[in-house]
């Protein structure tokens, strides 16, 4: 499925437009941002743009989140008080700083769509009541998280006894919480594992935690991203692995039914 995102680049500036304690606003203390008439185009770009399927389907709403690119030096203080920086998370519509130094907010919103999967990529549409009751009746129970891995490394890691055993994952490639995992499998890539590949391994999950990715082995010491730590409890080994097609890709993790 492809999804797409709107970035625009607007010129004009004002503050944020809150109000202060005394009820006055401090306009040197705000950060500045676009105008909220270039936010409310926006808002018409991701709902009002609808596309029709080459085998004419039906229609659809291809745009998830549409974005102003304004000239402002102050990522952090518009990162940390600014509504429609808070707005990109709430409804997939805001703005990001963008100019010769200032790209680093964009660069991270930009790694996070690129390296979530799919199932993050729907859950960013804003969807009507009830969703999560039609999906639950009218699909198959998610049960099992297929996971990636770096390399044999890691499976040698999670495999070894003498350890508490766990798997990791990126919060920003899927939202756990949503789904009532009870199993985790790893998939073992061609190109890694030297032809042996495919899903052989799988564990029932003991816990789920959120930690930084500098507190987790064998990983970066200095990135403080937030990732999914899974417990693993009773491995189990298939004897014959279980293969996967041309559409399943190495890098991102799946939400399967045992």
């Not at 690129?114 to 639950?136: A, C, H, V």
């Not at 198959?140 to 350890?163: A, H, K």
């Not at 998939?187 to 816990?207: L, M, N, P, T, V």
Request: aromatic share 12%; net charge negative; proline share 6%.
């Amino acid at each position: 499925m492809k999804y797409k995102f709107i970035f625009d680049a607007k010129y004009r500036l004002e503050s944020n437009g809150q109000v202060g304690e005394e009820g006055e606003n401090d306009q040197e203390e705000l950060p500045l941002g676009p105008p909220h008439d270039s936010i409310n185009t926006m808002h018409r770009y991701r709902d009002a743009i609808i596309a029709e399927e080459q085998a004419k389907r039906g229609w659809k709403r291809p745009v998830v989140g549409a974005f102003v690119l304004f000239p402002c030096p102050e990522e952090e203080k518009f990162k940390e008080n600014h509504k429609f920086y808070e707005s990109i998370a709430q409804v997939n519509v805001g703005a990001f700083p963008f100019m010769p130094g200032s790209t680093e907010l964009v660069s991270e919103f930009l790694q996070n769509v690129i390296e979530e999967s799919f199932f993050s990529g729907f859950e960013r549409n804003i969807l009507p009541p009830g969703r999560r009751q039609y999906i639950d009746e009218q699909q198959f129970e998610q049960n099992m998280l297929v996971g990636s891995l770096r390399g044999p490394e890691q499976l040698e890691f999670i495999l070894d006894d003498d350890r508490p055993t766990f798997y990791h994952i990126p919060c920003q490639q899927i939202k756990l919480h949503e789904h009532k995992l009870e199993y985790v499998a790893v998939y073992q890539s061609r190109r890694k594992f030297d032809g042996d590949c495919g899903i052989r391994h799988y564990w029932r999950i003991g816990d789920i935690k959120v930690r930084e990715r500098k507190d987790i082995p064998l990983g970066n010491k200095s990135s403080r991203k937030p990732y999914y730590v899974l417990e693993l409890q009773e491995h189990e080994m298939r004897d014959a692995a279980c293969k996967t097609s041309g559409l399943w890709s190495a890098r991102k993790s799946y939400l399967l039914q045992l």
